[in-house]
């Protein structure tokens, strides 16, 4: 019987021994694979001292501060429209013609009544002087200067009554032509050419004023007591800059300033009218329009900004995570202060320098380990 050589068993053993060690390298190299693609990712901001006015945020509607009706103050069939729908109008240009042959035809008869008056107070006048000679000369009896100056003192008074009737045929024909009462923007017209109009008609057509224009919003009785003690600080209300945000979030190139407080609170909401008045050159701001209004007040301080991107809120109030020195995931509560268009103002709970994530807050646990990336700032 033939035996195998003991080198043959050697080989083996080494052969073995050396897929052994392989496969043990391998193992390590998975395991260590995973452990090193489990860090996540995240993008960080870091909370910075800002240039901030102290200010507060508001929802306000915008209102003309003049608003005018039209109405007929006369009854007639509408005749003429003198003016296009959504122009400018100044004050006394013309709008709307009613009918004027019946005005002026009253016109003229009260100017003759007029005149037949004062005709008739110049012949009793006339009469009441001859009397008076002849009585001298007992020529006429008293009684006839008593009827005269009777007959002269009821003609003079034919005459205020026809010259007040004259002045409102007058005035009744000058309502047939409705002119602008103020400068502004006119609306539609609700009543076409040919329609019976009168006083129970309604509007006929409005016109709102465009420059200046006012902003009404509702601000907390607090929010108007701060307003109130920080302009009495200064003397003045000169400090307070009022800005407007447009529907299409592009900021008012206007600012205004504060013109009205309302003289009580609403005791449903416990707040208070206040009205702004801005420049409206362009008519960018329009009546019933809806904007964000922001009310600055006082001179500008360093203030601890963060993204609001990186605010998150539980039921026990805000929250940020912070990446600290050892790159593990840390949470934060925070005091928060005024909106600062992206960014909001932090008053306790950060310091300047310190990171917040504002992407990849998913993904992430208090005591984590995360990879931190700088946010990348967008050009101007």
Known sequence: MLRRPPGGRIVAAVIIFA?????CGRSQNADQAPAAASVPAVTVAAAALKSVTPAGTFVGRVQAVNTVNLVSRVEGFLQQRTFTEGQEVKTGDPLFVIEQDTYQAAVDQAHASLTSAQATE????????????????????????DQNIANQATAAAAVRSAEAAFEQANINFAFTNIKAPIDGRIGMANVSVGNFVNQATGTLATIVSQDPIYVLFPATTAQVLDYRQQTAKTGASSSVVVSAILPNGQKYPHPGSVDFLDIQANQATDTLTVR???????????????????????EPTQTLVIPQAALQVDQSGSYVLVVGADK?????????????????????????????????IQKVRPGEAVTPAPVVQSPP
Do not use: H, M, Y
Request: charged share 20%.
């Open 328 to 360: 593990r995931v840390e949470q934060r509560r925070v005091k928060l202060g005024p909106v600062q268009g992206a960014d909001i103002t932090v008053s306790d709970g950060l310091k300047p320098g310190e990171l917040v994530i504002v992407e990849g």
């Open 19 to 23: 897929a052994a060690l392989c496969g």
């Open 276 to 298: 702004a008045v801005f420049p409206n050159p362009d008519s960018w701001l329009v009546a019933g329009q809806v904007v964000n209004v922001t009310v600055a007040v006082g």
């Open 122 to 145: 110049r012949n009793a006048a006339l009469a009441l002087q001859r009397s008076q000679e002849l009585v001298k000369t007992s020529a006429t009896p008293q009684a006839t200067v």
